[in-house]
């Protein structure tokens, strides 16, 4: 069912898809959750899905994909940069893990 | 008429004459609000993230049942009504105003459903003794996150509830469009999304082993 009056090639098919894929990937992640990895090994993996989830949200039900490029170019970059940034600090967290006593 | 024509024409692109990102002005903003509200839950999600990796007595309280079902079938309930929402948004574009309001309701629905689920399992938690400053285990700061990072994403979620709430009081008198609604749906996209993040490392890195 895809009209033109939904917008810019979001259609049903296509949304009731991306839903089905979020759930899909959420059904990993908590499979993920009982298998043992060590905490580092679990980070990555979860962020990593979780950050190809948040793309399809920002992409399809938050329409960006279908937005001017400008516009993306202006927001997703700076918000990159920044986060990565805040994560500098990060590798410190192991340093302080060795450090402990215990 | 011709003055201002002239005008118009005279201005680029960034002047402000037109739109630079085709967008409208209340989408454009609610995109920045958005920017800056993802840095906030960045900063919080890191900071945990640097406690829960660097503490190696972590607390790990979360049985499958009832906490991972019911943080599993939260997530459920904000994905179901996110796409509630896009079907809206699609049905305000047609200007199908009953259409609208139905999936604005719906999405309500998900997101009170959501909302009742946690505050079950925030009562199962400081049941258990878990409080911002204190638990079985020992370990502060795990209570402390806990609250602090749920409580702030149930508050947005809280805030979503009400705006959606207003949105189709506003679409049912006509005094809202469609360009109201996308943006209203671009926030509770973004509450989504945060879930997205505090559902794995809140939840799935302190999972109970058997």
């Known amino acids: ?102 | 008429m011709a003055n201002a024509h002239a005008e118009e024409l005279r201005m680029t692109e960034w002047d402000g004459g037109v739109l630079p990102y085709s967008v409208g002005h209340k989408k454009l903003g609610m995109w920045l609000f958005i920017v800056s509200d993802a840095l906030t839950f960045s900063a919080l999600l890191i900071g945990y993230s640097y406690l829960r990796v660097s503490t190696p007595n972590w607390p790990t309280p979360f049985h499958l049942w009832p906490s991972i079902a019911f943080s599993s079938l939260m997530t459920f309930c904000l994905l179901s009504s996110s796409l509630t929402m896009v079907l809206g948004v699609n049905a305000a574009k047609r200007n199908d105003r009953v259409g609208t309001i139905k999936w604005i309701l719906l999405t309500i629905l998900g997101g009170v459903a959501f909302m009742g689920l946690h505050l079950k399992e925030w009562f199962n938690l400081i049941h258990e003794g878990i409080t911002l400053i204190s638990n079985p285990w020992g370990v502060p700061q795990f209570g402390a996150t806990f609250f602090g990072i749920t409580g702030l994403h149930m508050f947005h979620v809280f805030t979503g509830v009400l705006y959606l709430a207003g949105m189709a009081a506003g679409v049912s008198k006509g005094k809202y469009g469609a360009e109201h609604v996308e943006v209203c749906g671009l926030y509770w996209h973004f509450v989504d999304l945060v879930w997205m993040f505090v559902f794995p490392l809140v939840y799935l890195l302190s999972v109970k082993m058997h």
């Open chain 1, 1 to 102: 069912m895809s009209t033109h009056s939904e917008s810019h090639g979001l259609t049903s098919k296509l949304t009731l898809t991306v839903w089905a894929w979020l759930l899909i990937i959420t059904g990993i992640e908590v499979f993920l959750a009982y298998i043992q990895f060590s905490v580092h090994v679990m980070l990555v993996l979860l962020m990593g899905l979780s950050l190809v989830k948040a793309a399809l949200i920002i992409a399809y039900f938050m329409h960006l994909r279908f937005e001017k490029r400008t516009l993306v170019l202006t927001l997703i970059p700076a918000l990159v940069v920044v986060i990565s940034t805040l994560s500098v600090f990060f590798p410190d967290s192991v340093r302080l893990l060795h450090m402990k006593p215990w």
